[in-house]
């Protein structure tokens, strides 16, 4: 069975035909001129930070603090809900492998904002909802229905998904 990782937990709030199309390798984020934004603002914040922090290939952490404080950070908060459950799907990971996370951090730095993510137990039990759909949609034969929504016109998908 494939290892969900964070990314695709991630698409599973933004997009689940992106996630197909993901899981599939078609990939166009690095032709995307936001996601190279994104990259850039991830690259010179944080700087004296250990940063992207990678394990067994499932998931990438943008830096940690001391393993006990895990830190993500974005550009803006226009997918909100996409993060705070990459993060926390990244603090039971961690949990599962017996390190012990005592909260996460999205760090927004062109706003020069925080937040503070919590995992609950209710939250564990949501994300093993969330990985069986997650599956579901991955071994689908055919694409999930695509949405039409405002940030769809900023994806790196954009384009192949209207054709």
């Known amino acids: 069975m494939k290892r969900i990782s964070g990314l695709m937990i991630y698409y599973y709030f933004v997009c689940k035909a992106k996630l197909w199309y993901f899981n599939r390798n078609l990939n166009f984020e690095n032709q995307s001129e936001l996601v190279e934004m994104g990259r850039l603002i991830d690259e010179s914040s944080y700087g004296k930070k250990r940063k992207h922090i990678q394990l067994d ?52 730095p062109k706003l020069r904002v925080r937040e503070e993510i919590i995992l609950s137990e209710k939250d564990t039990e949501y994300l093993e909802k969330i990985k069986e759909e997650i599956y579901q949609i991955i071994d689908s034969p055919a694409v999930p229905e695509k949405p039409d929504i405002k940030i769809c016109k900023n994806c790196a998908y954009y384009e192949f998904c209207r054709i």
């Not at 830190?71 to 909100?80: F, L, N, Q, Y």
């Open 57 to 108: 290939e499932t998931i990438n952490i943008d830096f940690m603090e001391d393993w006990k404080i895990l830190h993500e950070v974005k550009k803006s908060k226009s997918i909100e809900e996409a993060f705070i459950w990459q993060v926390k799907y990244y603090m039971k990971y961690l949990l599962d492998k017996g390190i012990e996370i005592e909260k996460g951090i999205i760090d927004y």
